[in-house]
């Protein structure tokens, strides 16, 4: 008997309070859908139904935005401590048959389908590894979200506090073990939605990483 395909869930955070913002940056609008609702979107391509969406502040503004492409959902009510506690409560409720965890946030507006099929194909080809989005440029090369990372790593990304997210991991296995990070190059994942100005950018159609 063949061994079974390994299996991925994507986790997408959506939990931030946008206080620099001012306003839900989820609920901002993108090529006609709100930022969450395209992150669902993006991440049912590799996962199918198997996404799991972290909410927190204003989590029902934002649930109800999501509508029928949400499938599974938590909310983090200790949202305010940041990043990290989004990423240990998603880890914490995948189930046991979960292979890998893509981890994808919801501000990065300009990540598509295609970087997200290479990263899933990636991690399927080692499923071992981390696939890691690769954006910056030579000189200043930074390896981040989305990413995709093996079950072996969920107590290691458990371990994270305060507002970091996962590339503390992404960066520590790429000095231990190099050849367990595989980068996969992602130009779209180094823009996200901060500021007004980000946002502005975003209405405009500027928010480029070339720009």
């Known amino acids: 008997m063949n061994a079974r395909d390994p299996v991925l869930f994507a986790l997408i955070l959506a939990a931030g309070g946008s206080r620099r913002l001012g306003s839900p940056k989820q609920l901002l609008r993108h090529g006609g859908e709100t930022l969450v ?3 669902l979107r993006l991440a049912a391509g590799p996962c199918g139904g198997r996404t799991l969406l972290v909410l927190g502040a204003e989590y029902a503004r934002v649930l109800r935005s999501g509508g029928e492409a949400v499938r599974y959902f938590v909310v983090n009510e200790r949202w305010q401590e940041g990043l990290a506690g989004s990423l240990t409560l998603g880890l914490e409720c995948l189930p046991e048959d979960c292979d890998g965890v893509l981890v994808l946030l919801a501000d990065q507006p300009l990540v598509d389908e295609t970087d997200l099929a290479r990263l899933a194909t990636a991690w399927r080809n080692r499923p071992d590894a981390i696939a890691a989005s690769r954006y910056g440029g030579r000189g200043s090369e930074i390896l981040g979200v989305p990413a995709v990372f093996p079950r072996r790593l969920f107590p290691e990304l458990r371990e994270l506090t305060g507002d970091r997210g996962a590339r503390p991991v992404i960066e520590r296995q790429r000095r231990r073990h190099p050849h367990a990070v595989v980068a996969v190059d ?9 500021t007004p100005a980000d946002a502005a950018a975003l209405a405009r159609g500027s928010a480029d990483p070339e720009n």
């Open 186 to 194: 992602c130009e779209h994942a180094a823009v996200d939605i901060d």
């Open 37 to 39: 609702q395209r992150a």
